[in-house]
């Protein structure tokens, strides 16, 4: 098969196509024939060099996200699932072969029923961003009749929780940087938006949501003390990403509101959780309440370019056509 991989840390140009076996699943997994793969900021994060990091592998395949169908089951699959369209997640963790390849092989339940009229592109798009909005949203209890705070609606993470939040019947107010990326913001379903570059964010988040907010879905460290003193007594704060920075944390101002203050890496939440954010997105998914972020396509051969993409900070969803 065709793969891209990596044989050192470094670059995007690290990255090049070469010509792989052909997997066999093992027990327990399926093997799919991957029609796009999507490029998260963990993807290139995982390839690029830093202090004391090292090569897991020989090579790695890269790429954690992705879409296709089923060709081939291992041992205890049930052998209905040929020919079954799928959504895949966290194929690479741990592992040493991801979705940036014509075929992958992994636990049958990271392969996930793909329902019909829903794009591989789309179903590419979920993975790592959906989610990690989903457990952000809902690991402190129902959002129903809630104000959710979306840091970053623009963003992959920031549009899936948008939309899974106006789901689960919450208010949404999100934060953006430019007039593009409040439209794509809006489009999602955020009842405010609030470009922070322009005027007072703290005064526009407080006016949209006199009471205070419930939830905060946080894309930004340095934005911990804008959240302190919007949020609302006894609400939550989900920190999913980080910077080489790690700000003072204003103790105080959340102790006040009795607030709770967490951190997350969706590898590592735990199998309940993560069945939970999976089912959470698959329902969605059914019901059509997801849509897609503006795609940026690059094919296979191009993969260093897809990576340097999103490394760049691509607006939309950077995804690689496998064939």
Request: glycine content about 8%; overall charge negative.
């Amino acid at each position: 098969m065709r793969a891209a991989v990596y044989e050192q840390l470094g670059p995007a140009q690290v990255l090049h196509v070469t010509e792989l076996p052909d997997p066999t699943p093992g027990p327990g997994e399926v093997r799919v024939k991957v029609r796009v793969s999507g490029v998260n900021p963990t993807d290139w994060k995982s390839r690029a060099a830093g202090p004391g990091k090292q090569m897991p592998f020989e090579y790695v395949v890269p790429n954690q996200d992705g879409s296709g169908e089923i060709d081939a089951v291992g041992d205890g699959v049930d052998p209905g699932r040929l020919g079954e369209r799928v959504w895949l997640y966290l194929a690479q963790w741990q592992r040493q072969h991801g979705t940036a390849a014509q075929w992958v092989c992994l636990s049958e339940r990271q392969a996930v029923p793909l329902p019909e009229g829903v794009s591989f592109e789309l179903g590419a798009s979920l993975g790592v961003p959906a989610l990690t909005a989903a457990h952000a949203l809902m690991c402190d209890g129902p959002i129903d009749a809630k104000t959710v705070l979306v840091c970053g609606g623009a963003g992959a993470v920031g549009h899936f929780a948008i939309e899974l939040a106006r789901r689960a019947g919450a208010r949404v107010i999100s934060t953006v940087s430019s007039d593009y990326k409040a439209e794509l913001a809006r489009a999602a379903g955020a009842h405010v938006v609030v470009n922070y570059t322009e005027g007072d964010a703290l005064a526009a988040i407080r006016a949209a949501a006199p009471d205070g907010v419930d939830r905060i879905v946080e894309v930004a460290p340095s934005n911990l003390a804008l959240d302190a003193q919007v949020l609302a007594p006894h609400g939550a704060v989900m920190l999913y990403a980080s910077t080489d920075e790690d700000p003072e944390l204003p103790v105080r101002s959340f102790m006040v509101v009795n607030a709770v203050v967490r951190f997350m890496l969706l590898y590592e939440i735990t199998d309940s959780e993560l069945a939970n954010a999976v089912a959470d997105v698959s329902a969605a998914l059914a019901e059509g309440a997801l849509s897609a972020l503006p795609f940026h396509r690059f094919h296979l051969d191009a993969i260093a370019d897809a990576h340097r993409a999103v490394e760049e900070g691509a607006v939309g969803k950077v995804i690689v056509d496998i064939d």
